[in-house]
């Protein structure tokens, strides 16, 4: 697998940024970029709403290319010591 930096492109006061927090930077690994987004946003996102026996699925903020772009990075650049491979995790942030 592959580790993928995830960080913001909008600026801090785009309006989009209501629906979560702002991360500076994340670091996950993931076969895919699209992976790595929909990991991120599993680990980071608040719990979902739940609505009866259903949840309100909704996409995350890391899923917006307006808002997060995600290029191929290494376990070096997030200054951790990590295999590439295992499951896809959130590994740094």
Not at 47 to 72: C, H, I, W
């Amino acid at each position: 697998m592959a580790i993928w930096k995830i960080e913001p492109v909008a600026r801090a006061d785009d309006p989009r940024w209501i629906s979560g927090p702002r991360h500076e930077r994340v670091f996950v690994r993931a076969d895919t970029a699209a992976q790595a987004r929909l990991c991120a946003g599993k680990a980071l996102a608040p719990n979902p709403m739940v609505v009866g026996n259903e949840s309100a699925q909704q996409p995350t903020p890391f899923e917006d290319e307006k808002l997060y772009q995600v290029t191929r990075s290494s376990a070096n650049d997030a200054g951790v010591a990590v295999s590439e491979d295992g499951d896809p995790a959130l590994i740094a942030r």
